[in-house]
């Protein structure tokens, strides 16, 4: 214990008069060194400097205001299950009403799912039909607005050469902003030397 100081801790445990294996070599320390036990003898000064402090009682609203500061973790089924007891009525024939509502309602999509499941093609045939008027509209949509950004006989050209004409238009146009922008630069440069 010679070769090195108390450490915090230890120092508490000293000051709280603690007792047992471990604590004789740490008294014995603080009686050989110096050092430790002149800084036992500041902590012993500051827990006595804090025993003779009022005592404040704290005021009404502190656990209040604690408390609003906490964040509790609540877990989603604790979650899940208070929201579903808010929709549970609390008399028991609104209950029971509830609960045959709930039930006629559950037989109802369940004979649909079955009605569904026994009409598979039928359905596939639906989702074709309302997909492919879903891709119509799309490609519509697409080509009006093609027509409009690039005009009828640009848009023609592009529909014809498909990927190499969009290539073309956007090689065109990167190279007419890239163009527009070296002009700018080129301006401001020109600007800024006859200001100066």
Not at 96 to 113: D, F, I, K, T, Y
Not at 117 to 129: E, P
Not at 136 to 154: D, E, I, K, N, R
Request: proline share 5%; aromatic share 6%.
């Amino acid at each position: 214990m010679e070769h090195r100081h108390l450490l915090p801790d230890e120092i508490d445990l000293l000051l709280d008069g603690e007792v047992g294996f471990g604590v004789t070599p740490l008294k014995t320390h603080a009686r050989r060194c110096a050092q430790c036990r002149a800084e036992l003898e500041r902590a012993r000064a500051v827990m006595e400097a804090l025993d003779h402090l009022p005592h404040f009682p704290p005021s009404p609203l502190f656990a209040t205001r604690v408390m609003a500061q906490v964040h509790v973790f609540e877990p989603w089924q604790v979650s899940a299950l208070d929201a579903a007891r808010r929709w549970i009525p609390r008399s028991r024939p609104v209950r029971v009403l509830a609960g045959a509502m709930a039930m006629s309602l559950a037989l109802v999509l369940s004979a649909a799912s079955v009605w569904l499941a026994l009409r598979l093609d039928a359905l596939l045939f639906f989702s074709g039909v309302v997909y492919d008027n879903a891709r119509t509209s799309v490609l519509q949509g697409l080509s009006s607005a093609g027509m409009t950004l690039f005009g009828q006989p640009a848009w023609s050209m592009l529909q014809a050469n498909g990927v190499i004409g969009l290539v073309v238009v956007a090689t065109a146009a990167l190279a007419t902003i890239g163009i527009a922008a070296y002009g700018l630069r080129a301006l401001a440069v020109v600007s800024r030397r006859r200001r100066s």
